[in-house]
């Protein structure tokens, strides 16, 4: 094991075909939750959960071949080995049931889990992501219909797997110093409400990533269609960002409408709402643990 004080501490975790894990948790004092991260991102993205006074323990790991995380003997990175990697975490955290907090991609996996396992899932707070059919809601504040985005973004991916070795060499050495990452903030990529050094850690841990890998993980995801909706009855939050191109915000609004126990909040915000308003997402954790405990009282 490996630690960083008051931040994160790593362990591996074994997953049901025997890929190796990089599991994580910030061991902090509270109610644990289950995190669900963005495709290929790090516990860096979640600044105000790496506080060891949040209140909130949480439990997530790394995706198969990122930060640490073994790829898959086989290969195999789909949806089905997504939710066992869950699984698996849970378990190793000697969690029978929990709260799921996800983003991006990691909101199909939280639905799915929940779909597939229901007594697992306490409830659910989805941040910049939609439950299933992901492409299909990329670049909606661009008017760009969904048939056609799913195309595009698909297609994108699957060029990137050959180009992406290429890339790699010149992703792997851009300098993420303080001041090149402020431009991503200063060109309004992520909004400039996001902390500088936060945005650093996040940005330098996820470009250590092969870029062909990536479009590797995120082709297993775009095969899958939307989750179910009718099947979860948990308290479930939708945090939508308006000016995310990645996951349009009516798609989020919609799907909130389709689940019981629902609640909608919508920031002035791009795709990156965890690390541009941390302390909303701790604020609405806490609201839906408030909702989650109101149920097993009532």
């Keep these: 094991m490996s630690q960083t004080p008051g931040l994160v501490r790593f362990h591996d975790v074994i997953s049901a075909d025997g890929t190796r894990l990089r599991a994580w ?7 644990t939750v289950l995190l669900c991260n963005g495709l290929g ?5 979640w600044p105000t959960l790496l506080n060891p006074d949040c209140g909130v323990r949480v439990v997530s790991w790394n995706h198969r071949g990122v930060g640490g995380s073994a790829r898959p003997a086989d290969g195999r990175v789909d949806l089905d080995s997504f939710v066992e990697d869950a699984l698996a975490v849970m378990d190793d955290a000697g969690l ?5 907090l996800s983003w991006s991609t990691g909101v199909t996996v939280a639905f799915e889990l929940a779909g597939r396992h229901p007594e697992r899932v306490e409830g659910i707070l989805a941040v910049a992501g939609v439950p299933g059919n992901t492409f299909g809601t990329m670049l909606a504040p661009l008017h760009v219909p969904p048939f056609l985005a799913r195309q595009l973004m698909v297609g994108l991916a699957r060029v990137t797997t050959v180009t992406g070795h290429g890339l790699a060499p010149v992703t792997r050495r851009l300098p993420w110093t303080r001041s090149t990452t402020d431009l991503l903030r200063r060109a309004r990529l992520i909004d400039p409400a996001a902390d500088t050094a936060d945005l650093q850690a996040m940005v330098k841990e996820f470009f250590t990533t092969h870029p062909a890998w990536y479009a590797r993980l995120a082709l297993g995801v775009s095969k899958h269609a939307r989750v179910r909706l009718s099947a979860i009855d948990v308290p479930t939050t939708f945090v939508a960002g308006r000016w995310d191109v990645l996951t349009g915000a009516r798609d989020m609004y919609t799907a909130s409408q389709n689940v019981r126990r629902s609640r909608f909040r919508e920031l002035d915000a791009t795709h990156f709402i965890p690390v541009e308003h941390p302390d909303v997402v701790l604020e609405e954790l806490q609201l839906l643990l408030e909702r989650i405990e109101a149920l097993r009282g009532a």
Excluded: I, K, Q
């Design 25 to 31: 948790t910030n061991d902090a004092d509270g109610p």
């Design 41 to 45: 991102t790090n516990p860096y993205a």
């Design 96 to 100: 029978e049931s929990a709260p799921v």
